[in-house]
């Protein structure tokens, strides 16, 4: 319940902060746009990437930023004068992102409906596993022991514009020369985005379980990651 309420904190003040919005909602749709007009691709290929942006930003644009924000604001005392840990803390931060990141998805899978598209349900667990893990992957990010959510957002573009390019989105991982189907394989998005294509009725390039067992193991990782790196980091924001 602790964690719940965080979460309920952190919905109401920071989703319409500017870097959400923007790193959120517009970025992906201008992505989207620049990639769709003038190319003739199949609708199926497009509204697979649409969604594995809309996921992914919009997944890492709320917990980047709620650390240096309840440092600038002087809010952070209050959550340390209360009897929660840094894991219930890390906990409520998740909730709250991937929230997000799963509303947002709502958007692009509604919009392959009106457009006859019935992505198969597999696709529902899979966006639930991909927002929280790439929840945990934005408490990385936030990590950074500064109360500048500017600093924040500026090391987070620097991970995520790479990450959009290598994980097949653009460019499926089948057509990748040898060297990028390796690189690919270190994103989070690439498993996700290998789900998302199968759903929308395109070939994966590995076997759907085997996404989710990756893309779990990624989750893990930031998840525990984020947990140590904040403990270290919270009583320096002071």
């Given at each position: ?18 870097p ?5 909602i517009l970025l992906?749709l201008?992505l989207?746009l ?7 691709l ?14 992914f930003?919009?997944?890492t644009?709320v917990s980047p930023?709620?650390?240096?924000w ?9 959550l340390?004068v209360?009897?929660v840990s840094?894991?219930t ?9 991937l ?5 947002m998805?709502?958007i692009?899978?509604?919009?392959a409906?009106c457009?006859g598209?019935t992505?198969?349900?597999?696709i529902?667990?899979?966006?639930l596993?991909?927002a929280?893990?790439?929840?945990c ?17 500026m090391i ?5 514009f790479p990450?959009?390019f290598?994980s097949g989105?653009?460019?499926?991982v ?5 060297w990028?189907?390796a ?5 989070p998005l ?6 998302a294509?199968d759903s929308?009725g395109?070939n994966s390039f590995?076997p ?18 984020a947990i140590?790196l904040?403990e270290?980091?919270?009583l320096r924001?002071?």
């Amino acid at each position: 319940m602790k964690c719940l309420a965080i979460a309920k904190k952190d919905i109401m003040m920071y989703y319409l902060k500017g870097p959400v919005v923007i790193f959120g909602i517009l970025l992906p749709l201008f992505l989207f746009l620049a990639f769709w007009v003038g190319r003739d691709l199949p609708l199926n290929f497009l509204m697979a990437g649409l969604l594995s942006m809309t996921v992914f930003f919009a997944s890492t644009s709320v917990s980047p930023v709620i650390a240096p924000w309840e440092g600038q604001m002087r809010t952070l005392e209050r959550l340390l004068v209360c009897p929660v840990s840094t894991s219930t803390i890390i906990f409520g931060d998740v909730i709250a992102s991937l929230s997000f990141g799963i509303c947002m998805s709502l958007i692009p899978l509604l919009l392959a409906l009106c457009l006859g598209f019935t992505p198969n349900p597999v696709i529902i667990p899979a966006i639930l596993l991909a927002a929280f893990c790439f929840s945990c992957l934005g408490l990385l990010f936030s990590a950074y022991p500064t109360n500048l959510p500017s600093t924040v957002m500026m090391i987070s573009s620097l991970v995520r514009f790479p990450l959009i390019f290598i994980s097949g989105i653009f460019i499926p991982v089948q057509e990748l020369p040898a060297w990028g189907k390796a690189v690919s394989m270190i994103s989070p998005l690439t498993y996700f985005t290998d789900i998302a294509r199968d759903s929308f009725g395109m070939n994966s390039f590995l076997p759907i379980y085997l996404d989710f067992i990756i893309l779990a193991g990624f989750s893990i990782g930031f998840l525990v990651s984020a947990i140590k790196l904040h403990e270290h980091a919270l009583l320096r924001r002071l």
